[in-house]
């Protein structure tokens, strides 16, 4: 597709966009959390919870950050839903990344192979601390542990052991923030 053409796609979705948001605006149109709520996680919870599950793998693989998702998540499930919901997610974009990271070829920069012996003498411990770095983002994370060949059960127990606990208190945290929002109002 010629550079131009993706140009005016894009403007026109994003012209498609803007027409929707005010025609929705001009007719008074409210929309209801609460009905939304309930169609999705009492009459359609299964295909609610995997679309959810799916969304969040796809987020993986991209560079989107992942509050909104949870917040949505939370508000839609339970403590325990979102958290597997959270655990499959990762787990399956892991072994994508780490399939696709071995398949893509790229050339290793010199600093980012200078940290390879430094990780690869306690590659799990390593790998674990790094989930709890503000900031760092867990499918780079995976895609970098990938090209310097870290061993996919390792790079699988240490993710999965750090994001478990992270995950377990950002969930926390926003569950009791929508909890004490709700009893006040």
């Known amino acids: ?30 929309i209801d959390p609460e009905m939304i ?27 989107l950050p992942g509050t909104v998702f949870l917040l949505a998540g939370i508000y839609l499930f339970s403590f325990i839903q979102v958290f597997f919901a959270i655990q499959i997610a990762i787990i399956s974009y892991c072994l994508i990344i780490y399939h ?47 090209i310097i060949n870290i061993k996919l059960k390792n790079i699988l127990i240490g993710v999965i052991a750090g994001t478990s606990i992270t995950s377990a208190i950002y969930i926390s945290i926003v569950t009791g923030v929508y909890e004490a929002t709700s009893s006040v109002v």
């Open 1 to 30: 597709m010629k550079n131009t053409n993706k140009k005016y796609l894009f403007y026109g979705f994003i012209a498609l966009n803007i027409a929707v948001v005010a025609y929705l605006y001009l007719i008074d149109y409210k």
């Open 37 to 63: 709520k309930a169609v999705l996680t009492e009459q359609h919870f299964l295909i609610a919870y995997i679309g959810y599950i799916l969304i969040l793998i796809i987020r993986g693989l991209t560079l």
């Open 100 to 146: 696709f990271s071995h398949k893509l070829n790229f050339k290793v920069p010199e600093k980012i192979l200078q940290f390879e012996q430094k990780i690869k003498s306690k590659e799990i411990p390593i790998i674990f601390s790094l989930c709890f770095i503000p900031g760092v983002s867990i499918n780079v994370l995976i895609y970098f542990l990938s």
